[in-house]
């Protein structure tokens, strides 16, 4: 079995920071890509920012320049650097990542979600 256990979120003012993290953990063979979505309250989930395995990285357009994704590969571990962060930015975080278990399965798993308010 496999978790993803996400935190670092909460309540930062609009031009702060913060930083997310997100583990693996459990039966994991390899992990291809690792990224971060997000959704807010009546809207679709949507991509903020994916790794690659070989660290090629990818970025919402909304949040280019502002936030940075990094993996840890030896900790099983992804991070999301978030800086001057905007009211917009409000929703819950939730860490995904494509994995293949020891069974050799391949599947995409979920963390449980974490909330980021910007709020003043």
């Known amino acids: 079995q496999v978790q993803l256990v996400e935190s670092g979120g909460g309540l930062v003012q609009p031009g702060g920071s913060l930083r997310l993290s997100c583990a693996a953990s459990g039966s994991i063979f390899s992990i291809y890509a690792m990224g971060w979505y997000r959704q807010a309250p009546g809207k679709q989930r949507e991509l903020v920012a994916v790794?690659?395995?070989?660290?090629?990285?990818n970025y919402a357009d909304s949040v280019k320049g502002r936030f940075t994704i990094s993996r840890d590969n030896a900790k099983n571990t992804v991070h999301l650097q978030m800086n001057s962060l905007k009211p917009e930015d409000t929703a819950a975080y939730y860490c995904?990542?494509?994995?293949?278990?020891?069974?050799?399965?391949?599947?995409?798993?979920w963390g449980q979600g974490t909330q980021v308010t910007v709020s003043s």
């Open positions: 995904n990542a494509d994995i293949i278990s020891t069974a050799w399965r391949r599947d995409a798993y």
């Open positions: 790794i690659g395995s070989g660290g090629k990285i």
